[in-house]
């Protein structure tokens, strides 16, 4: 879509993306747009991010009077369809710092992330003729219903903003014999986020208690942690180049917590602290996604203004 003039743009015969619903869309009037056919996500998250790199790197070899110091570029599989950072190799990688380049609008610079486990909750039902159930049946799906129904209904991805955490429930199987939960919880604060998964537990115990033992079982486990303590742990001028690099590009910061992961807060708990800068990409993970082609040329910009003041405070 070249220079987009603030209306509705027909992905296909039956899809439209319009402002209306997604209002971000007029903070790009007059921009080029790539956006999809409306059939398949765009991949903005991340191959935006990749391009704005690559883009950067061609740059920086092609000035060779821009000095900078030892520049290193990995990518590896994002955390939604891989393992992400969990097997990056920090030591070969060589570096003090890092960036990923995973961010969404423009200025956006994220130091502060969920911290992040899932839940997977099992339930044992008792399975009897439904003509003879009276006194003997246990329905494993009205079980999950009720545990579900013990976790607060204010605290939800669909009733939360900002630093407010939630529970949410990612996927249910449930059938008379046996159900299956399977949740992610989410919290900016360490202690909140410990009590979250504390109330997992304790829903299962109290199930326990009243349909007796081994009816509900609970797996809690932790996926990731805040970076936040990480990057303020002495690292701040991580986050300041980082400020600057925008600024000497012609970006105002927005400096904002992510309601979501990144593979930076795995490496910055591995020993590379790593914040997240902008990509350009809106509507992530769906058909309703576009990046505006000005945003990652701002985004490449800023790649390259970090090298620069990476050397100078190095020299």
């Not at 704005?52 to 060779?64: D, G, S, T």
Request: aromatic share 8%; hydrophobic share 35%.
């Amino acid at each position: 879509m070249e220079k987009y003039d603030g209306g509705d743009i027909q992905l296909n015969e039956d899809m439209v993306l319009s402002p209306q619903k997604f209002p971000e869309m007029l903070g790009h009037v007059g921009e080029d747009l790539i956006v999809t056919d409306g059939h398949t996500l765009l991949g903005a998250d991340d191959k935006a991010g990749i391009a704005e790199i690559v883009e950067a790197m061609v740059w920086l070899q092609q000035h060779p009077e821009v000095e900078h110091g030892r520049v290193r570029v990995a990518f590896n599989p994002d955390e939604e369809i891989g393992m992400g950072a969990h097997h990056f190799d920090v030591e070969r990688f060589g570096c003090q710092w890092a960036y990923t380049m995973d961010g969404g609008d423009v200025g956006e610079l994220e130091y502060e992330n969920f911290n992040a486990a899932q839940a997977k909750v099992s339930l044992r039902g008792v399975s009897v003729h439904p003509g003879y159930a009276k006194d003997k049946m246990l329905n494993a799906s009205l079980l999950a219903m009720e545990f579900a129904a013990m976790l607060p209904a204010d605290e939800r991805p669909e009733t939360t903003e900002g630093y407010e955490g939630f529970y949410h429930l990612t996927g249910m199987q449930a059938s008379t014999e046996q159900a299956r939960l399977s949740y992610i919880i989410r919290d900016h604060d360490r202690q909140r986020f410990e009590q979250r998964k504390q109330t997992v537990l304790d829903c299962a115990r109290r199930m326990n208690e009243k349909y007796g033992e081994g009816t509900v079982t609970a797996d809690v486990s932790d996926q990731y942690y805040n970076m936040r303590e990480r990057i303020e742990d002495g690292n701040m001028h991580v986050i300041d180049i980082a400020l600057e690099a925008m600024r000497q590009a012609g970006v105002e910061p927005q400096v904002k917590p992510i309601r979501g992961g990144t593979d930076g807060a795995q490496l910055s708990f591995k020993g590379l602290p790593c914040p997240n800068i902008f990509a350009g990409g809106l509507n992530f993970h769906g058909p309703y996604e576009f990046v505006p082609i000005p945003s990652m040329e701002k985004a490449m910009r800023v790649v390259v203004k970090i090298c620069e003041l990476t050397a100078k405070q190095i020299s």
